[in-house]
């Protein structure tokens, strides 16, 4: 099912693109981060994830210059973390504009845990589905859409892993449904499709046995790890404070 396909009003455009122009306030960019993408008929429709992990900056730094990444942004909703203080917010848009990249934060509209009881379950999984349709998630996906016109952008969550960060799950699989071509770039600099990382999860849950059925995916859309309050400590970030959690 495609969700999120929406009639934008004429004049929201171009604040969109200025809203990843003036990312942060910081410098231009350098001449080897183009921030006009180099191939019009493929990278306009690409968009790159990223997890910071316990990345120390240097490396994290090559990982976004390795992939000409020019905007990065922030889609935790917590954009804070307790084992890895330089991917604290300010920490890490100051180390990026020092760089010649430009960070966006839009945890608060595109972020995995959203504002409000009717999207989450009994459990406190949040419902993917329900944040897919709300009208500031939406306005979120839109201005990834906009920017991704004219930069090379990568969303950044914490889990090094994408399989079950939000940024896969809930944003990713809402842009491939708009036919942009998701990317994610792993901790080793390698660069994995969703082609490859679904073949790679399937083979985890079936331990590489053939099945005489090609079984669709039954599971709901939702978070695969609860949110709720008691599950993490006070100031967590979800996948910014452990692999098993979602942001």
Not at 62 to 70: E, Y
Not at 169 to 182: C, N, P, S
Request: aromatic residues 6%.
């Amino acid at each position: 099912m495609v969700i999120g396909r929406t009639m934008r009003s004429p004049g929201t455009k171009a604040a969109r693109i200025i809203d990843f122009q003036v990312a942060g306030g910081g410098p231009k960019l350098r001449g080897n981060m183009p921030a006009m993408q180099d191939d019009l008929s493929e990278a306009k429709r690409t968009i790159w994830t990223v997890g910071h992990s316990n990345h120390p900056p240097e490396r994290f730094l090559d990982l976004l210059k390795q992939h000409r990444i020019a905007v990065v942004v922030d889609v935790r909703s917590s954009p804070f973390c307790r084992y890895a203080t330089h991917f604290n917010k300010q920490v890490i848009q100051a180390a990026l504009e020092a760089d010649g990249l430009k960070y966006l934060f839009l945890g608060d509209l595109i972020g995995g845990r959203a504002e409000g009881e009717r999207f989450y379950d009994e459990k406190g999984h949040v419902l993917y589905g329900e944040v897919a349709r709300s009208a500031r998630f939406r306005e979120g996906i839109d201005r990834l859409l906009d920017g991704i016109q004219t930069f090379r952008v990568a969303l950044l969550c914490g889990e090094e892993d994408p399989t079950n960060c939000h940024r896969r799950r809930l944003i990713g699989r809402v842009l491939r449904d708009q036919d942009v071509t998701v990317v994610h770039i792993r901790g080793d600099g390698r660069v994995q499709s969703e082609d490859e990382l679904t073949a790679e999860e399937k083979f985890r849950k079936t331990k590489g046995q053939m099945s005489l059925f090609d079984m669709e995916d039954s599971d709901e859309w939702k978070s695969t790890q609860s949110v709720l309050p008691k599950s993490r400590p006070p100031n967590s970030l979800g996948p910014s404070d452990g692999p098993q959690s979602d942001d």
